[in-house]
């Protein structure tokens, strides 16, 4: 994982409410009113002289994605309790969030021992050490620039629009709805979180790009799992970045995408998990609107419904050629809207700003930055990177 100390202003701690402050687009999207519940949105944090995340969750309970206060310690409760120890992190309490586990939680965030005032903390990416990161492409363009991707006749397009997740997308480049997911996947070192530095190596990419992501975070782990059943499997959902290189993923390598896709800092993610259970929008996640913003600008505005193989086609799929577990990360594809595909095309540079939000999970803020720049402030004692972001731009806030 690309090592950050996450925002900071001026010396002094940014609260991390604002990486959950939603933003309006210039259409805000309807959203269907909130039921009060004791939503469960879970964190990895640290506090003061905290050497390593700890696992958490944000209270007070049912309260909007900007209105969090506190931030429990799950750890310290679960070993107060006489629960399963959390020595693990994320992947400890996911792999055993059972009813019984749900209970602990939702006690434990009812308990004033283990608060720390959330503008204290730093939040980090939920889940830094996921057995897999599987990825549902968009295209397949074996050995091809994205402009000659564009020339192709009809017949050829039927070739490379396999994988291609978002109905959307697929009207946008004008390519037929494939058949099948196409899978890929990143390493776990390419993870970062809210507020930490995107890496721009410029010695090794110019054509940088977004996409904003619905992520999958698997709970119950499996093999050959049935459709019907997948959603057992999965524990919640997160906001992904799927930062991705497009000159070495379509024009170097042999055509091979991993270079593109997996450098350090290309998977942001966070700022929360929200668990599957906790309403009706957030069952299967069918219905949940998703954008990126550029410097303020929006660059994608779509939504869940668009989704080609929807979460539970997904685990199905995957699951018959390799087995999941818990804390497992599954990005499921981006809409249209992205770089690459714009004329002229759009690529990120040094000191870009990139959003990206999905309603009801939070949203990431993240800087692009000169490698060689960042390099400069790496600290001689292997101490946390701290070149984060100063704060949301004023142009992606209310």
């Not at 009113?33 to 939503?39: G, L």
């Not at 904003?212 to 059943?229: A, D, M, T, Y």
């Given at each position: ?83 399963p120890p959390l020595t693990g992190g994320m992947r400890t309490l996911l792999s055993s969030l059972d009813s019984s586990s749900g209970i602990r939680v939702r006690t434990a965030a009812q308990d004033g021992r283990w608060r720390t005032a959330l503008a204290d903390t730093r939040l980090h990416a939920p889940i830094t050490d996921p057995e897999k990161i599987i990825c549902g492409a968009r295209h397949q363009f074996p050995m091809l620039a994205c402009h000659r991707a564009r020339a192709l006749t009809e017949a050829n397009r039927s070739r490379i629009a396999v994988g291609m997740n978002y109905h959307d997308h697929c009207a946008e ?226």
């Amino acid at each position: 994982m690309l090592a950050c100390m996450g925002p900071r202003s001026s010396g002094t701690m940014l609260n991390n409410s604002a990486a959950l402050t939603p933003t309006l687009t210039p259409t805000p999207p309807t959203r269907a009113p909130r039921r009060p519940r004791s939503m469960v949105r879970l964190v990895s944090f640290t506090a003061g002289a905290d050497a390593a995340p700890r696992v958490g969750v944000l209270i007070p309970l049912g309260a909007a994605e900007y209105a969090h206060t506190h931030v429990v310690d799950l750890v310290a409760a679960f070993a107060a309790d006489g629960g399963p120890p959390l020595t693990g992190g994320m992947r400890t309490l996911l792999s055993s969030l059972d009813s019984s586990s749900g209970i602990r939680v939702r006690t434990a965030a009812q308990d004033g021992r283990w608060r720390t005032a959330l503008a204290d903390t730093r939040l980090h990416a939920p889940i830094t050490d996921p057995e897999k990161i599987i990825c549902g492409a968009r295209h397949q363009f074996p050995m091809l620039a994205c402009h000659r991707a564009r020339a192709l006749t009809e017949a050829n397009r039927s070739r490379i629009a396999v994988g291609m997740n978002y109905h959307d997308h697929c009207a946008e480049i004008g390519v037929a709805v494939p058949k099948e997911p196409v899978l890929f996947g990143k390493f776990a070192s390419s993870i970062t979180g809210p507020g930490c530095p995107i890496p721009l190596d410029e010695d090794l990419t110019s054509e940088l790009d977004f996409e904003v992501e619905l992520c999958i975070v698997v709970g119950k782990g499996g093999r050959r799992i049935p459709k019907e059943r997948a959603l057992e499997h999965i524990a919640g959902w997160t906001v992904a970045h799927d930062v991705s290189a497009r000159d070495l993923q379509l024009k170097r390598n042999g055509g091979q995408w991993l270079l593109g896709k997996t450098g350090d800092g290309y998977s942001p993610i966070g700022p929360c998990i929200v668990t599957r259970d906790e309403g009706p929008e957030f069952r299967d996640a069918g219905s949940l609107g998703l954008r990126t913003f550029l410097n303020g600008d929006v660059m994608q505005n779509s939504n869940t419904s668009q989704l080609v193989f929807k979460p539970a086609d997904v685990i199905e799929w995957a699951s018959r050629y390799f087995s999941l577990t818990a804390g497992d990360l599954i990005f499921t594809g981006t809409p249209g809207g992205v770089g690459v595909f714009r004329k002229p095309p759009l690529h990120l540079k040094d000191g870009d700003e990139v959003v990206v939000e999905i309603d009801g999970l939070g949203r990431l803020h993240n800087t692009v930055r000169s490698a060689a720049k960042l390099a400069g402030l790496q600290p001689s004692s292997g101490a946390q990177l701290s070149g984060g972001v100063p704060g949301p731009s004023k142009r992606a806030r209310l």
